[in-house]
């Protein structure tokens, strides 16, 4: 049975929108499908965007399953940014060692991501935290940050 408190759970939604930001999504986008049918068979769907790949989670009973499953989806087997260990969720067994994308985009084997260890995630009321506690170690050597491109043409002399 679904309640109204569990159909419009802002926490999870605000979660789910904090955490496609910090994974360097483009947007979250969270609807329905059907109209004149009862809220639960709406079809509701979450979606982000990724450097032109879409991940949508969709025919969820309302928008904070739909962006819980998301988000779920975001983590479950990628890279935390801070401890480079693939992420787990915390209630749920870590067998999913499945070959996906790092956060970032880059690609990441169940090899690597076996040899990586675990980082437990969890969400906190309206955010999704970090299984890593403790200061952040240094950020790999091969990561690093573009440089904003300058406006214009960059010519010679
Ligand atoms: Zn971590």
Not at 4 to 12: N, P, S, T
Not at 22 to 27: H, K, V
């Amino acid at each position: 049975m679904l309640s109204h408190r569990d159909l419009f759970d802002g926490d999870a939604v605000r979660a789910a929108a904090d955490l496609v930001q910090r994974t360097g999504a483009r947007r979250l986008e969270i609807g329905y499908l059907h109209d004149n049918v009862p809220v639960e068979h709406a079809g509701w769907y979450a979606q982000a965007q990724y450097r032109g790949a879409r991940i949508t989670e969709s025919d969820h009973p309302g928008p904070a399953e739909a962006a819980e499953a998301l988000a779920r989806r975001l983590l479950q087997g990628g890279q935390c940014q801070h401890c480079h260990r693939t992420v787990a969720l915390s209630d749920q067994a870590p067998a999913a060692y499945v070959d996906g994308h790092l956060m970032e985009g880059r690609r990441w084997t169940a090899d690597q991501a076996r040899a990586a260890g675990t980082c437990w995630w969890r969400r906190i009321g309206d955010r999704w935290e970090r299984g890593c506690d403790g200061p952040i170690p240094p950020p790999a050597p091969r990561v690093q940050k573009k440089p904003k491109r300058k406006r214009g043409p960059r010519r010679g002399s």
